[in-house]
């Protein structure tokens, strides 16, 4: 009696929770034009674990998190993870050039001036919002709001241990 009770309460968590990770979505391969002019698709950088941040340097949260992204780059980086910084279309694009040049940011920071981008990803709004996409290309993990860093960084243990 008892183990029925159990299964009954178990066997649809472990159904969703199945289901969930079978249907991790496609990221959509929106283009990227960085500070320096190159466009990059997303596609081009399938093979990698991809962190996508959207953010402002308006936004409180985005500068406060934005010495835990560089850090957790540099961790990360030499296993091949990527991190995109996308500007959001309102913000000013010399504002976003004085940040990342100030701050010396090491990895790609996308200017997103007509909002194709956030778009792409189901009309990103809010700041921070950030993707995490795996080698295959599929969102993984979406964070609103600043992501806690030590989980992420075991994910992303995780995902680059993950053979392509």
């Known amino acids: 009696m008892f183990l029925k009770a159990i299964t009954r309460l178990v066997a649809p968590v472990l159904l969703v929770a199945f289901l969930d990770g079978c249907s991790q979505p496609a990221t959509p ?15 081009a950088l399938r093979g990698k674990v991809v962190l996508v941040n959207f953010w402002a340097t308006t ?10 992204l560089v850090d957790t780059y540099n961790k990360f980086a030499p296993r091949g993870f990527e991190t995109v910084a996308v500007a959001m279309d309102y ?13 010396a ?31 295959q290309g599929r969102v993984v993990q979406k ?18 241990a993950d053979p392509a």
């Open 29 to 43: 391969d929106v283009r990227f034009t960085t500070l320096d002019g190159q466009t990059t698709p997303l596609s």
């Open 143 to 160: 964070y609103l709001g600043a992501p806690d860093f030590p989980k992420l960084h075991a994910l992303l243990d995780k995902l680059l």
């Open 91 to 103: 913000d000013p694009p010399q504002y976003v050039r004085n940040y990342a040049t100030k701050n």
């Open 105 to 135: 940011l090491p990895f790609k920071v996308a200017l997103d001036t007509d909002g194709s981008a956030a778009k792409g990803f189901d009309g990103v709004r809010l700041t921070p919002t950030t993707f995490l996409i795996d080698k």
């Open 59 to 68: 936004c409180t949260t985005c500068v406060a998190e934005m010495p835990q």
